[in-house]
């Protein structure tokens, strides 16, 4: 059964530093591996998405990558912003075309 | 374009009761689906649609009741609510089940069971 973990849960860092969020999932066999914002209160938005062909997509100061052979993605966050503060989630879909989805990272930028 | 809506925002029921969460989409996709968020999981999903009169049950679907008549609404019933379904419910809609394309999400319903 495929499992989705992101750590930490959450992380506090001052504003202007570059950031790494993980997310690793245990089975490999998925079609791809998405990003995800919440903020308190509202729904989902979605970042990136990576097809399992691919090995990264970038948006603006986002870059996420995926390595399926290790079952990692990370999603790198640079000159981090206040407004980069939510819970950021990664999700994978599995052989049965449906999202996995980790617990999620909250983001907490410092000014 | 409104996306995906949601309604109520909020809700609070006695252990028991029955009632209906609303969901819509304008964007004419054909797959829709419930998940439930409880602190420190991930998403759930509850039941998905890939068009209308086709519904399926996801990972956690005891409890709940779907249809889907039109390509726009897909509500979500919950029979006989428990306190075990105190939750945040999230409907998405999207393309092709999110291969291609990501999922919309709505802004949530807070339900509580008492």
């Known amino acids: 059964k495929q499992e989705v973990t992101q750590i930490p849960a959450a992380l506090s860092v001052p504003e202007g530093e570059n950031l790494v969020l993980n997310c690793s999932f245990t089975?490999?066999?998925?079609?791809?591996l998405q990003w995800f914002r919440q903020d308190p209160g509202k729904g989902l938005t979605s970042l990136l998405l990576?097809?399992?062909s691919q090995r990264e997509q970038t948006s603006g100061r986002l870059n996420a990558s995926l390595d399926k052979s290790s079952g990692r993605s990370t999603l790198y966050i640079a000159a981090s912003q206040p407004g980069d503060s939510a819970t950021y989630l990664c999700?994978?879909?599995?052989?049965?075309?449906?999202?996995?989805w980790g617990a999620g990272t909250k983001l907490i930028i410092k000014p | 374009n409104a996306g995906v809506t949601q309604t109520p925002k909020f809700q609070v029921l006695k252990t028991g009761q029955s009632m209906t969460l609303q969901c819509a989409q304008d964007?004419?996709?054909?797959?829709m689906s419930w998940y439930r968020q409880d602190p420190g999981m991930g998403l759930r999903l509850i039941h998905y649609s890939v068009g209308a009169g086709i519904t399926d049950q996801g990972e956690v679907p005891n409890g709940y009741n779907v249809s889907r008549s039109t390509t726009e609404d897909f509500p979500l019933r919950l029979l006989s609510a428990a306190p075990s379904q105190t939750s945040v419910y999230f409907c998405?809609?999207?393309?092709?089940?999110?291969?291609?394309?990501?999922?919309?999400f709505g802004p949530g319903t807070r339900l509580t069971v008492l």
């Open positions: 998405a809609s999207s393309w092709d089940r999110g291969l291609t394309d990501t999922q919309y």
């Open positions: 089975d490999s066999a998925i079609y791809n």
């Open positions: 999700a994978v879909s599995d052989s049965n075309y449906q999202l996995i």
């Open positions: 964007m004419n996709h054909e797959y």
């Open positions: 990576i097809q399992s």
